[in-house]
Structure formats: C-alpha cells, structure tokens
C-alpha cells in the first residue's frame, strides 16, 4: 500500500528531526491564523519556506488572488512530489534551500516579495544557517512586506531582532503541539542591514 503523506512526514521527520521541528503536520487552525496574519493582496508576490507536505501551501492558495503568484520552496526531497501534485497555475514548487533565496527568486523572474511565510523550525537548525535565511528574507521583502514565522520556541525572535526587531505574536493553541506565530512587517524605507554571526548587526 503507497504511503500516505501524513505517513511520509512523519517517516521524514524521523530520519530529519531537526529539519522538520515536529511530526505531524500543521493544524487548519494555525494554517489559518498564519494565512489571515499575512494578509494576501491582488498581484503579490508571496513565498513559503518549508510547506511539508502542502497543507499550509493549500490553504495559502485558497486566500490568493487569481493574478497573486506562489513560490513554495522546500529542502526535503521527498516533499516535492506532493507539493507538485498540488497542480495550481498561481504555484511554482521549488527544491532547494531558503538560504539560496535570492538566487530562486532570480531564477523564476522575481526580485522582491510582498509576503513570507516560514515553518522552518529556527530553533533546531544550525544559528548559522537560521541568520543566513533570516538575511535573505529581509533582503527579500518589498517595503511594507509581511515575515509570518510559526514556531515551537522563541529563538526566531533572537536571532531577529538586530534585523528586523521586535515581531506581534500569537500563540496558536489548537495545533500539535501549540506554536508561536510571529509576523514582522519590513516598514518603507527600513535601513538593510548584515547579521554577524550569532551577534549584533551592522547597518550597511
Ligand atoms: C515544521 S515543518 C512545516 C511543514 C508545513 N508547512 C506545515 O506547517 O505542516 C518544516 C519544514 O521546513 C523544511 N525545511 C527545513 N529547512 C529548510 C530550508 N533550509 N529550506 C527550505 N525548507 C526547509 C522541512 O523540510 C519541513 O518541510
């Protein structure tokens, strides 16, 4: 009997713990509290970091305008057999890492984006790695641009903060297990910035 894609994240988060930060996917209650705190507009531009197995990409693309397009971009390579499934126009499904971001987003005719989400779990990869991709998804976002981050713990929100300071935050308790959310919004004419490795940061 073929596996079922719940089976096959639980499968994947035990040979990648880490990578995958927990063992069943997103509840429909947390995939709507992170949709409604992205707020999706008409002709956006919106990428997802780590979808899994597609639940929350789904419940993204039932929120977005016909003219809006979807980026889904996931490491594991047995998630992207049904993320491609998923088969809608406005989604383009990618394999790779998020902290190759800007070259994905050169790669299929982007520069900037008006949304992020995020379920890459910040807490168990390496910090190097969690900066790196923070970095470019700051770079990413267009002025006025949403950062939604759903997360177990709160180190997100350490290695953040000399970037993007402080984020609103709910906690979204219908979920297994219960997870922060966390959404920065990249206010027009915000300075870039480089992070130090497990540091400050420098404005550039
Ligand atoms: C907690 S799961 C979230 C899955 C799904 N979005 C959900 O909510 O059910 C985290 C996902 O992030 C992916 N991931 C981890 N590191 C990544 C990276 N550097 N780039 C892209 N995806 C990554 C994992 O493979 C996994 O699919």
């Known amino acids: 009997m073929p596996l079922t894609p ?25 995939e709507s509290r992170i949709v409604r705190l992205g707020g999706l507009g008409e002709d956006s531009v919106i990428i997802e970091l780590g979808p899994g197995i597609g639940g929350t990409t ?21 998630f992207i057999r049904p993320l491609r499934a998923i088969g809608d126009d406005r989604l383009t499904v990618h394999h790779g890492s998020a902290e190759d971001l800007p070259e994905i987003l050169a790669q299929h005719g982007l520069a900037s984006a008006e949304v992020v989400f995020s379920g890459i779990p910040f807490s168990t990869i390496p910090a190097a790695a969690g900066q790196s991709i923070l970095q470019c998804v700051w770079n990413t976002l ?3 641009g949403r ?12 290695l953040a ?10 906690f979204e308790l219908l979920n297994i297990p219960p997870l922060w959310v966390y959404r920065w ?5 915000a300075a870039s910035k480089v992070v130090q490795p497990e540091e400050g940061l420098i404005a550039v």
């Open 6 to 30: 719940p089976i096959t994240f639980l499968r994947e988060f035990l040979h990648r713990p880490a990578e995958l930060g927990t063992f069943i996917p997103s509840s429909r209650f947390l």
């Open 58 to 78: 789904r419940a993204i693309l039932r929120e977005l305008p016909s003219t809006a397009r979807l980026i889904a971009v996931e490491l594991n390579p047995d």
């Open 147 to 158: 950062f939604v981050a759903y997360q177990l713990r709160s180190r997100v929100k350490q």
């Open 161 to 170: 903060r000399g970037l993007m300071g402080d984020p609103d935050e709910e």
């Open 142 to 144: 267009a002025p006025g």
């Open 185 to 189: 919004v990249k206010e027009a004419g």
